[in-house]
């Protein structure tokens, strides 16, 4: 997927660094992170990829528009880890 700089520059906006997001799912990789792993944005290049740091410890980039996430708030995160503890 092609960005031009107004778009990158919007997701930059959108996602700046530190943003908390969980993977959905990787569409186009061969080696993807696991769906449902809670991950930082680290940067956003110049073509529009979100670089992260997953909390598994994988680093990958994250294509919007290709690959399915979203942002979470740290209060959700907590919620999510509490469910998963008592279940």
Do not use: A
């Given at each position: ?28 990789d061969p080696f993807p992170v696991e769906s ?52």
């Amino acid at each position: 997927m092609y960005y031009n700089k107004e778009n990158v520059e919007r997701l930059r906006q959108r996602y700046p660094e530190g943003t908390r997001i969980c993977l959905d799912q990787m569409n186009d990789d061969p080696f993807p992170v696991e769906s449902g792993t809670f991950g930082k944005v680290d940067h956003v290049d110049d073509i529009g990829t979100l670089h992260c740091i997953f909390d598994n410890g994988r680093t990958l980039g994250v294509i919007p528009g290709v690959d399915d996430f979203h942002v979470i708030r740290e209060e959700s995160e907590q919620t999510e880890e509490e469910m998963n503890i008592s279940m």
